[in-house]
């Protein structure tokens, strides 16, 4: 059995001294909040006390490889301050939840994209807190499942949030802003101008997060390295130079970020889970995680076959590990665990090489077609750009 650490050639490990936890950390520390997590150490945060209006936007996927290879004379570019990781796992949910909470995954026990909760025997996708298989939603109180509050909450109404029409009212996002100001948009352009109204309406210190999620939604469906993708950031940067001039003098603190990077993956590299019957066979649930990271159940009596399969038939694509041993190792942050984190995390964890990808079936359902994946452990997937920018 693999033993992953920092030097392993597999991948990066989340440094929790430097991610996005701890700017979470850093942001709170200004409005004399106390994270779990140290602050980042950044000279460009160093004034965020003095600033009235902290802006932080996350464009979903950001990758700050990406950032830096792809587009480095952008606006984004040019204000790269340095690179902070993602947290393990390198996904939507994990991630948001750690920069809404303060807390490492290890804490919020949000370990994925598709999360197993015990207390209802199903697999979710739980940002949008529904069922991994028709995507019916759940009708239970999801403080049930996900019972940690944002480190933002003492704020109240001086921490507003720019969220897409889709999931602004959303359960997840209800039990997690708690009484901020949640604010509505539909195009690029008008997630800008909602932010700019919060920053020049106020007459308060201020906290506002936008959430902005295209550049993700089309690395998806057409890779990461594609014209879409890249023209979804031109327009990003484009309108972003547009909202710097209207806030300027505004003493506001404007942080740009993403929640992890991408990794394009071939079809012919795409494990279907329905191609392999001998591994199904030892499974007691569907795989959890995400699609370049998943954890595995596995029946106690199949435990060898399951290792064997693994090691055979999977030799090429990834690394399989006892999720207890990357607990142990802080994979998934430092300090004490959630209860829940071990039934969370399954019996093991396969971690995809770059390139590599693995998809659930389900009978009766066409597994989804992607290009771009995250949720590994490549730089390209584990490093964000920390951007800031002074108005």
């Not at 990066?12 to 942001?27: A, F, R, T």
């Not at 990781?85 to 919020?108: C, D, E, K, N, Y």
Request: proline share 4%; with cysteine; charged share 20%.
């Amino acid at each position: 059995m693999n033993k992953l650490s920092h030097g392993s050639g597999i991948g990066m490990k989340p440094n929790y001294e430097n991610s996005i936890v701890n700017l979470s950390s850093s942001i709170a520390q200004a409005f004399g909040i106390q994270g779990k997590y140290p602050p980042l150490g950044y000279g460009a945060l160093d004034d965020l006390d003095d600033k009235k209006n902290i802006v932080l936007l996350v464009v979903d996927g950001l990758g700050y490889n990406y950032l830096k290879e792809k587009v480095p004379s952008s606006l984004l570019g040019k204000h790269v301050v340095d690179s902070m990781t993602s947290v393990f796992l390198s996904s939507t949910g994990s991630a948001i939840t750690s920069i809404m909470t303060g807390l490492a995954p290890r804490q919020h026990c949000v370990t994925g994209w598709f999360v197993y909760l015990r207390e209802y025997g199903i697999v979710s996708r739980i940002l949008p807190y529904s069922n991994a298989i028709d995507y019916n939603l759940l009708g239970s109180d999801i403080t049930n499942v996900v019972d940690i509050k944002s480190i933002f909450e003492p704020l109240g109404e001086n921490y507003s949030l720019i969220l897409p029409q889709q999931i602004v009212d959303s359960t997840f996002t209800r039990n997690l802003t708690g009484n901020a100001h949640r604010i509505e948009y539909t195009d690029t352009p008008q997630f800008f101008d909602q932010v700019a109204d919060v920053i020049t309406n106020s007459r308060s210190r201020n906290y506002i997060y936008g959430y902005w999620p295209r550049f993700d939604a089309v690395s998806h469906t057409k890779g990461v390295t594609s014209e879409e993708a890249y023209q979804q950031l031109r327009e990003f940067d484009t309108q972003l130079s547009e909202f710097l001039d209207r806030i300027d003098r505004t003493d506001t603190k404007v942080i740009i970020t993403g929640d992890h990077g991408f990794n394009d993956v071939a079809k012919s590299n795409t494990i279907y889970t329905r191609d392999h019957p001998k591994f199904e066979e030892c499974l007691t649930l569907p795989l959890c995680g995400d699609t370049r990271t998943v954890y595995a159940y596995v029946r106690p009596a199949k435990k060898d076959q399951f290792e064997r399969y693994v090691s055979n038939e999977f030799e090429d694509a990834c690394e399989l590990f006892l999720s207890s041993d990357l607990v142990a190792d802080n994979w998934f942050g430092c300090y004490d665990s959630h209860h829940r984190l071990q039934e969370r995390v399954g019996d093991y964890t396969l971690i995809f090489k770059e390139g590599h990808a693995i998809i659930n079936c389900f009978p009766g359902f066409e597994p989804i077609v992607m290009t771009g994946h995250h949720g590994g452990v490549s730089a390209d997937e584990m490093l964000v750009p920390l951007c800031v920018f002074d108005r």
